[in-house]
């Protein structure tokens, strides 16, 4: 029995050091490649630093102005009227409410607010009394549909124009 100790002993001394040689062998393949693949990083020279361009804002923005010719600037308030005669098509306007009482309206607006709209307060003039009505837009198709989703999701009567 004590010749089948002895050699079961000088088994597992013998697979120690197998495995053993085995570890040393992995760390010394994974430090070899972790040397090989260091790049020498490039030590920065004075002449590359010398190449590169120099920025100067005073010597750039004049050439970079651009010249606006004096008749589209005569007249601005012309140009919004004429955009609002010829509405680019498939713009929505949606009103999302309207007050006798502008505390109302206010009130209504922070509401929306609140929900993540932009609203704003117009007033209109109807048989004689003044209404605050509360616009969100103007919106393309795309954006209408979400706003509208948006709207029924907060349980917001509205109504919508096309400009």
Do not use: C
Request: net charge positive.
């Amino acid at each position: 029995m004590s010749e089948t100790n002895k050699t079961s002993v000088w088994i597992w001394i013998s697979l120690g050091l197998i495995i053993g040689l085995f570890v040393v062998f992995i760390i010394f393949l994974d430090q070899n490649i972790v040397n090989n693949g260091r790049q020498e990083t490039p030590v920065a020279s004075d002449k590359l630093i010398s190449n590169k361009p120099v920025f100067d804002f005073y010597k750039v923005l004049p050439e970079r102005e651009m010249k606006i010719p004096e008749s589209s600037v005569a007249n601005p308030n012309e140009s919004g009227v004429r955009a609002q005669k010829n509405p680019v098509k498939g713009n929505f306007i949606v009103q999302a409410g309207s007050f006798q009482k502008l505390q109302d309206a206010e009130r209504h607006k922070v509401e929306l607010t609140l929900k993540g709209f932009e609203p704003v307060i117009k007033t209109a003039e109807v048989k004689g009394a003044t209404f605050y009505r509360i616009e969100l837009g103007p919106f393309t198709e795309n954006e209408y549909s979400k706003v509208q989703r948006s709207l029924i999701e907060h349980d917001i009567v509205y109504f919508a124009k096309r400009l």
